[in-house]
């Protein structure tokens, strides 16, 4: 276990590191109309992230012991085909959706 010092200065530290995170956005270019080739990247940010959150959820799942689990990667193609062809949050719903299904049918 840490201790209780080494646990107030790393709460403290990573409180002021999100802090000025947040601060080089918001407060140094919050007032400010950002150039097109920059908004033309952040746009993609959204889609870069997500599935780089997804993946080790889906192939070394902690619930498993990092084995693969085939009701996982059928609920990830599901929602990945019906994201591709209708909405994020149909997907999102098709997914849990599906994995809950498959679990309960014990596959």
């Not at 097109?36 to 012991?65: N, S």
């Not at 085909?81 to 098709?94: E, N």
Request: overall charge positive; aromatic content about 12%.
């Amino acid at each position: 276990m840490i201790d209780d010092r080494a646990f107030w200065l790393l709460t403290a530290g990573l409180g002021i590191g999100t802090y000025l995170i947040r601060f080089s956005f918001l407060g140094l270019l919050g007032g400010r109309t950002l150039p097109q080739w920059l908004l033309m990247h952040l746009k993609y940010v959204g889609a870069a992230v997500f599935p780089a959150m997804i993946t080790p959820l889906v192939l070394w799942p902690e619930a498993t012991g990092g084995q693969i689990d085939p009701a996982r990667l059928i609920a990830a193609a599901a929602a990945f085909v019906v994201g591709m062809r209708f909405s994020v949050l149909g997907a999102i719903f098709t997914g849990m959706g599906s994995l809950y299904l498959l679990q309960a049918l014990g596959l």
